[in-house]
């Protein structure tokens, strides 16, 4: 397989895991809170250990791990967090579990926008990591982060389609929404990889970029929606599971 293809395919798969993950909403409905919020824990885990390994490690690497890389990497990583802050203060959205709505004009929407738009947001940085990684000219970088949104996108998709069947919406249109809110991912990562092959100089940056703006994702949305619920315990263990997990595929696929 050439590495076009990979990287291909790299870009677009993780995105339509979230249908994967959204596949079991046709066969039942009865996944308990503390499962979810587990799994969703897990999910962050391999977000986590993907942005420290795929994204910032790498970012400094590139630098030339010296003092000014470092200091080019903290850049990045701060400057991709205060992106995604301003997205999330900018664009109306409710947030997938604890049903909080932010965002200018939220009230002019329909629910279900709110409830797409929110994803959009959570999905579009995974995306534009999974193409940065691709766009270093490291294959193996590339598809570690491209695993690991991949396997967090299946209990998100998951997550999705559940809140979507709570609100009463069919399991039909439910995984529909969810399968499309991963679609933008491809859309991320396409951009994410035409940035690095753009702009060569700056690929130190652009790879902290995405990780700061992963790190806010994983701090903003995720981990507090899974200790929201009563369940922080089991969610905490999930993140170290998933974390451990995300590490070691890391280490053989690097």
């Not at 903290?74 to 997938?96: C, T, W």
């Not at 369940?231 to 263990?237: G, K, L, S």
Request: net charge negative; charged share 15%; glycine share 14%.
């Amino acid at each position: 397989m050439s590495s076009g293809l990979i990287i291909a395919l790299g870009c677009i798969l993780p995105g339509l895991a979230t249908g994967l993950g959204a596949l079991p909403i046709f066969f039942t409905r009865s996944v308990s809170q503390r499962t979810l919020d587990t799994l969703l824990g897990g999910a962050a885990g391999v977000m986590l250990a993907a942005t420290c390994f795929s994204l910032i490690m790498p970012s400094i690497d590139y630098g030339g791990g010296d003092v000014k890389a470092v200091l080019v990497t903290s850049a990045g990583i701060l400057g991709g967090a205060i992106l995604l802050d301003m997205i999330d203060k900018l664009a109306p959205h409710e947030h997938l579990l604890d049903k909080r709505i932010e965002g200018r004009d939220a009230k002019s929407l329909k629910k279900i926008w709110l409830f797409v738009i929110a994803i959009t947001i959570h999905n579009f940085p995974e995306g534009l990591a999974t193409g940065v990684g691709f766009g270093t000219d490291n294959l193996a970088n590339g598809m570690a982060m491209a695993l690991g949104i991949g396997l967090q996108n299946m209990p998100e998709g998951m997550a999705v389609a559940l809140a979507l069947v709570r609100e009463k919406y069919t399991p039909a249109y439910a995984f529909l929404i969810a399968l499309a809110t991963g679609l933008v991912e491809p859309v991320g990562a396409f951009m994410g990889f035409g940035l690095v092959q753009v702009f060569q100089p700056l690929v130190g940056f652009i790879l902290a970029l995405a990780g700061g703006a992963m790190l806010f994702v994983i701090s903003d949305e995720i981990i507090p929606e899974t200790h929201a619920n009563g369940y922080e315990r089991q969610a905490t263990y999930g993140i170290v599971v998933g974390f451990i997990i995300m590490m070691i595929l890391d280490i053989l696929l690097g």
